[in-house]
C-alpha cells in the first residue's frame, strides 16, 4: 500500500488525543511529523515523528500529504487554506470553519486544486452512534417520531486561560459540539425542512454561548440537539421514541476517555478489541410487542456496537488514494456549519426557519 505521510498542527487535545493516536494506527499513513510550537510532549508521546515548531516547516514539506488542523478553531479557515494552496490534502477538526462562507471557499480551492478536504466528524464512529444506526435500519421503533441528542457538561465558572472560553463566532457550545450532533442529525435523516433554535448564555458569567436547544424539522420527525454547560446531573446521551417503543441509552463513547486516561490505540487488524463498551452502559430498548396493550413492555439491553475513530482515517486514506469516497465529505461539512449559523438566527429573531443550503 502506497504511504500517506502526515503532520498534525497542533498537540493540544484535538492532535494528542482524536488525531496523532488514530493517524498512527491506520496502515498506510504515517506519523510523519507533529507541529508543537512549544513542549516536549510531543516528542515523548511520538519519538519516531518529527517534532515541527511552524507551520510552514509541514508545509514546505514535500514528502508530506495530509495536514491534519487541530488547532483552535478561528485558526482552522487560515491554516486549512494555507495547506491547500500548497498542495496538501487536508483534515479539519471541527468546527470545520467559522462561516459557511468560508467553508465553502474551502470546498472550491480543494476542488480547484483536486485534493481531498475532510471534516473531522468523528461522531459517526462513535459506538452509540452505530448502535442506533443499526436500530433504525432494522425497524425495532417502528416510526421515529422524535430523537433527541444530549451533549453536556457541568462547568458553572469558565475555565481560565483557554482559548475554548474566548468570544469568537467559532468558539462557544454552538460551534464545539453543535458539529457533532447536526452532523450525526444530517448522517441519519437528510436536510431538514426547518429549523427552531434556542442559543444562549446561561450561566452567570460567560463570554461564550454555553447552551443550545436545537429543532430540526422533518416530515413527522423532530430532531433535537442539546447542549449545556449546566448539567450537574446526567441527561441521556440519546432518547429516541417511535410507535413501537422507545430506546434511551446513557454515557459517552468511551474512545475519548479512555485516551485521556492513557490507553494505546492497537494498529488496525490489530486482534485486541478497540474498544468494547461495558453492559452496565449498555442502552435500553423497550417495545410494545402489542400495540393494543401499550401497558405491556418488554424491555432489552441492546449491545454497543464497537467505536472506532480508526475508520475515519482509514476512510480517508481511501479517497485519497482513489480507491474509495469520503465518509463525511466536505459538503457535508458546508451544511452543518450552515445550519448552526441558521440556528443563532433562529434564536435571534425567535422565528422557525426555513432550511435552504
Given at each position: 500500500m502506497q504511504e500517506i505521510r502526515v503532520a498534525v498542527i497542533g498537540f493540544g487535545l484535538a492532535g494528542r488525543v482524536f488525531h496523532a493516536p488514530f493517524v498512527s494506527a491506520v496502515p498506510g499513513l504515517k506519523l510523519e511529523a507533529i507541529v508543537q510550537r512549544r513542549g516536549d510532549e510531543a516528542a515523548k508521546a511520538y519519538p519516531k515523528a518529527r517534532i515541527l515548531r511552524s507551520v510552514d516547516e509541514a508545509l514546505l514539506d514535500n514528502s508530506i500529504s495530509l495536514i491534519v488542523v487541530g488547532t483552535p478553531n478561528e485558526t482552522h479557515f487560515d491554516l486549512a487554506k494555507r495547506a491547500l494552496e500548497a498542495g496538501k490534502h487536508v483534515v479539519i477538526d471541527k468546527p470545520f470553519a467559522a462561516s459557511s462562507a468560508e467553508a465553502r471557499q474551502l470546498i472550491e480551492l480543494a476542488a480547484e486544486?483536486?485534493?481531498?478536504?475532510?471534516?473531522?466528524?468523528?461522531?459517526?464512529?462513535?459506538?452509540?452512534?452505530?448502535?442506533?444506526?443499526?436500530?433504525?435500519?432494522?425497524?425495532?421503533?417502528?416510526?421515529?417520531?422524535t430523537f433527541e441528542w444530549h451533549f453536556d457538561r457541568f462547568r458553572p465558572l469558565p475555565r481560565e486561560a483557554t482559548w475554548k472560553e474566548a468570544s469568537h463566532d467559532a468558539?462557544?457550545?454552538?460551534?464545539?459540539?453543535?458539529?457533532?450532533?447536526?452532523?450525526?442529525a444530517l448522517a441519519l435523516f437528510g436536510a431538514p425542512?426547518?429549523?427552531?433554535?434556542?442559543?444562549?448564555?446561561?450561566?452567570?458569567?460567560?463570554?461564550?454561548?454555553?447552551?443550545f436547544d436545537i429543532t430540526l424539522h422533518y416530515p413527522r420527525l423532530q430532531a433535537i440537539c442539546r447542549a449545556t454547560m449546566l448539567a450537574a446531573e446526567q441527561a441521556p446521551r440519546f432518547l429516541l421514541h417511535g410507535t413501537r417503543g422507545?430506546?434511551?441509552?446513557?454515557?459517552?463513547?468511551p474512545q475519548e476517555p479512555a485516551l485521556v486516561g492513557g490507553a494505546t490505540v492497537p494498529p488496525m487488524g490489530d486482534a485486541r478489541e478497540w474498544l468494547g463498551e461495558p453492559e452496565a452502559a449498555w442502552g435500553t430498548l423497550a417495545v410494545a410487542p402489542d400495540p393494543a396493550e401499550p401497558g405491556i413492555l418488554v424491555r432489552t439491553?441492546?449491545?454497543?456496537?464497537?467505536?472506532?475513530?480508526?475508520?475515519?482515517?482509514?476512510?480517508?486514506?481511501?479517497?485519497?488514494?482513489?480507491?474509495?469516497?469520503?465518509?463525511?465529505?466536505?459538503?457535508?461539512?458546508?451544511?452543518?456549519?450552515?445550519?448552526?449559523?441558521?440556528?443563532?438566527?433562529?434564536?435571534t429573531k425567535g422565528l422557525t426557519l426555513p432550511v435552504s443550503f
Open positions: 486544486k483536486k485534493l481531498v478536504l475532510a471534516p473531522f466528524h468523528n461522531r459517526r464512529w462513535d459506538g452509540d452512534f452505530l448502535t442506533i444506526r443499526k436500530l433504525l435500519s432494522e425497524g425495532q421503533l417502528g416510526r421515529l417520531v468558539n462557544g457550545m454552538l460551534f464545539d459540539l453543535g458539529p457533532h450532533l447536526v452532523d450525526q425542512q426547518a429549523i427552531t433554535a434556542s442559543v444562549r448564555r446561561d450561566r452567570d458569567k460567560t463570554d461564550i454561548e454555553d447552551a422507545s430506546f434511551r441509552k446513557y454515557g459517552v463513547d439491553k441492546v449491545k454497543t456496537e464497537l467505536g472506532d475513530y480508526r475508520g475515519f482515517y482509514a476512510n480517508v486514506r481511501d479517497a485519497i488514494l482513489g480507491t474509495g469516497e469520503l465518509a463525511v465529505s466536505s459538503e457535508d461539512g458546508f451544511r452543518v456549519i450552515r445550519l448552526l449559523e441558521m440556528a443563532r438566527e433562529s434564536s
